[in-house]
């Protein structure tokens, strides 16, 4: 049973991370998009300068330029849309509290960080001549769901299909992720055509928070029970 944490067990790196990213949203051009009467969207010069500024460049990042090297952390704190920040942090608060209170708060930082870096590096060196800039914490946030296959394989989410007229069902965690990773798949061959749509950076995400969690948590750190409904809700 995974109980709520109290005091120091509260998942403070989430709160952070996803405090974080609202800020840097609401700071950049992005936020304003077909928000404001009279406005509009945001100037296109403003919001491409800014995702060139703080995203990644694949073909910069290929090539090893120092300053790209960095690219991938500050591209995680950007979002590109509303719906790209609230999907993204939705995932994080769902899964992030759990992932954060079974490794530590300091592990659980540097886990994020560290999974989205090699996710976004991942897409570049598949795609090293591409020059579509790539922003958004997916990549981590995927890291998160695969640590959380391999930690909680027996937690149950509440989910929302389409194809189940969106009906509220509870379903083992492990399928609703393996799903997840099923619709990634076939969705990264689409890279090839429109390397802005980074699901690549998902799967490899995905999979390196996965054996991260295998190789670090093997030896006992798995939950085997099935966690508590409040904890692993989620409407995906």
Same mark, same amino acid.
């Given at each position: 049973?995974?109980?709520?944490?109290?005091?120091?067990?509260?998942?403070?790196?989430?709160?952070?991370?996803?405090?974080?990213?609202?800020?840097?949203?609401?700071?950049?051009?992005?936020?304003?998009?077909?928000?404001?009467?009279?406005?509009?969207?945001?100037?296109?010069?403003?919001?491409?300068?800014?995702?060139?500024?703080?995203?990644?460049?694949?073909?910069?990042?290929?090539?090893?330029?120092?300053?790209?090297?960095?690219?991938?952390?500050?591209?995680?704190?950007?979002?590109?849309?509303?719906?790209?920040?609230?999907?993204?942090?939705?995932?994080?608060?769902?899964?992030?509290?759990?992932?954060?209170?079974?490794?530590?708060?300091?592990?659980?930082? +540097?886990?994020?960080?560290?999974? *989205?870096?090699?996710?976004?590096? =991942?897409? #570049?060196? &598949?795609?090293? @001549?591409?020059? !579509?800039?790539?922003?958004?914490?997916?990549?981590?946030?995927?890291?998160?769901?695969?640590?959380?296959?391999?930690?909680?394989?027996?937690?149950?989410?509440?989910?929302?299909?389409?194809?189940?007229?969106?009906?509220?069902?509870?379903?083992?965690?492990?399928?609703?992720?393996?799903?997840?990773?099923?619709?990634?798949?076939?969705?990264?061959?689409?890279?090839?055509?429109?390397?802005?749509?980074?699901?690549?950076?998902?799967?490899?995400?995905?999979?390196?928070?996965?054996?991260? +969690?295998?190789?670090?948590?093997? *030896?006992?750190?798995?939950?085997? =029970?099935? #966690?508590? &409904?409040?904890? @692993?809700?989620? !409407?995906?």
């Amino acid at each position: 049973m995974i109980k709520k944490g109290t005091g120091s067990d509260r998942p403070v790196i989430t709160y952070t991370l996803i405090g974080l990213s609202v800020a840097v949203f609401l700071l950049g051009p992005a936020s304003a998009t077909g928000l404001l009467p009279g406005v509009g969207n945001a100037p296109a010069a403003a919001q491409t300068a800014h995702f060139e500024r703080w995203g990644v460049i694949p073909s910069e990042l290929a090539a090893g330029r120092p300053h790209a090297l960095l690219s991938p952390l500050t591209a995680l704190f950007v979002h590109g849309s509303w719906i790209h920040l609230l999907g993204n942090m939705l995932f994080l608060h769902v899964f992030g509290r759990m992932t954060e209170r079974r490794m530590g708060h300091l592990q659980f930082a +540097a886990f994020y960080l560290a999974t *989205g870096w090699i996710a976004l590096v =991942g897409f #570049a060196v &598949a795609h090293p @001549g591409s020059q !579509q800039t790539l922003v958004g914490a997916s990549g981590a946030v995927s890291g998160i769901l695969g640590a959380f296959l391999f930690l909680f394989p027996r937690a149950r989410v509440t989910s929302l299909f389409p194809f189940l007229l969106f009906l509220p069902l509870r379903f083992p965690a492990w399928l609703v992720l393996v799903f997840w990773f099923a619709l990634q798949w076939p969705a990264a061959h689409t890279d090839r055509a429109q390397p802005g749509v980074a699901y690549l950076a998902h799967l490899v995400g995905f999979c390196a928070g996965f054996l991260y +969690a295998w190789v670090r948590h093997c *030896g006992g750190s798995r939950v085997n =029970g099935a #966690a508590r &409904a409040t904890e @692993g809700d989620s !409407q995906p």
